[in-house]
């Protein structure tokens, strides 16, 4: 196995990571802006107020995305297993 190979499967794996944590990183931090705002506008300093709007967001996120999230890892998984014979140099 080349080392070039090896940054491209780790660069491979850390778009996919990227790509899989950017539904749900992106809807906590709308959430907890809009808290924030909130929070800023009203004048209710409490830092737990935002955390149970960011946890009921991020599972509508989860409940919405997983099933795309879950096939593009499966979809991965399948990519890297089949690199598997030509990064032992049997291919």
């Known amino acids: ?3 070039e190979s090896v940054i491209d499967i780790g660069l491979a794996s ?3 990571a990227a790509k899989l944590c950017a539904p749900l990183l992106i809807t906590a931090l709308v959430v907890g802006f809009a808290v924030s705002l909130l929070q800023s506008i009203t004048q209710v300093q409490e830092m737990t107020i935002s955390f149970v709007p960011k946890l009921i967001a991020v599972g509508i996120a989860l409940l919405v995305c997983g099933q795309w999230m879950i096939a593009e890892m499966i979809a991965f998984t399948h ?3 089949a690199r598997i ?3 032992l140099g049997s291919g």
């Open 85 to 87: 014979p030509f990064l």
């Open 14 to 16: 850390l778009l996919v």
């Open 1 to 3: 196995m080349s080392p």
């Open 79 to 81: 990519e890297i297993f």
